[in-house]
């Protein structure tokens, strides 16, 4: 089993910042990308930005240039660094990791935290 632990949500008035840290534990071989999501009240769970293995990236537009996200290999985790806080960033956020349990398995699967509450005030 692999188990995802966020932290770091809460409130922040509009122009702040927030840090989110994700922690990946358990049974597994390797990490493939690791990446945050979040979803909104009445919305679809939405891509933020994403990292792989290697540190190559990828953000939401709406999210470039504000959010830049980060991971430690060696500690298994993953950290979102929220600047220009928005009231319509408020969400909550979950993180993602795509683990390889075994060397035999051929394919990663995804893992996900429980989510944090970030919540942007105006």
């Known amino acids: 089993q692999v188990h995802m632990v966020e932290s770091g949500g809460g409130l922040v008035q509009a122009g702040g910042s927030l840090k989110l840290a994700c922690v990946a534990s358990?049974?597994?071989?390797?990490?493939?990308?690791m990446g945050w999501y979040r979803q909104a009240p009445g919305n679809q769970r939405e891509l933020v930005a994403t990292?792989?293995?290697?540190?190559?990236?990828n953000y939401a537009d709406s999210v470039k240039g504000r959010f830049t996200i980060s991971r430690d290999n060696a500690k298994n985790t993953v950290a979102l660094q929220m600047n220009s806080l928005k009231p319509e960033d408020t969400a909550v956020y979950f993180c993602?990791?795509?683990?390889?349990?075994?060397?035999?398995?051929?394919?990663?699967?995804?893992?996900w935290g429980q989510g944090t509450q970030v919540t942007v005030s105006s």
């Open positions: 993602n990791a795509k683990v390889r349990r075994h060397w035999s398995e051929g394919v990663s699967y995804d893992f």
């Open positions: 358990g049974n597994f071989v390797r990490i493939n990308a």
């Open positions: 990292i792989t293995s290697g540190g190559s990236t």
